[in-house]
């Protein structure tokens, strides 16, 4: 049996940008997740490591925003690679993270985002 585990609009306040100013003052981001794994047979006993466990995944993530970056992109790499470390299950996972506000002069918007998938 395939799950999809999704963890939705994860806030997080971090120093990603291209701008010198971006990774010092930093910009709120949000990041939603994805991820597909195949489910162990104990899964109806409710053994959880028949699964991912999302609250793991979260700090997985958590971890990897802390880093500054200058690109999303490069941050959302990051991300890919460190679930599939921590999660050998993992088959699939799809990430996107937008920076609220972007720092675009003349431009009103409420975010710019990336998202990336990944097959495993």
């Given amino acids: ?16 940008g291209a701008l010198p100013q971006e990774r010092t003052v930093g910009h709120n981001f949000i990041v939603n997740l994805c991820l597909r794994t195949e489910l162990g047979a104990d899964i109806r006993n409710g053994n959880l490591q028949s699964t991912i466990n ?3 995944v979260f700090r997985v993530v958590a971890d990897e925003m802390r ?4 690109l999303l992109e490069q941050v959302a790499i990051r991300i890919l690679d460190a679930l ?8 699939e996972a799809e990430i996107s993270i937008a920076k609220m506000n972007p720092p675009i002069e003349g431009a009103d918007m409420e ?8 097959t495993y």
């Fill in 1 to 16: 049996m395939t799950a999809k585990i999704e963890l939705k609009n994860m806030r997080f306040y971090a120093m990603h």
């Fill in 111 to 118: 975010s710019a985002a990336i998202t990336l998938s990944q």
């Fill in 67 to 70: 880093i500054p970056s200058t």
């Fill in 54 to 56: 999302y609250a793991d």
């Fill in 84 to 91: 599939k470390k921590h999660f050998t299950g993992l088959t």
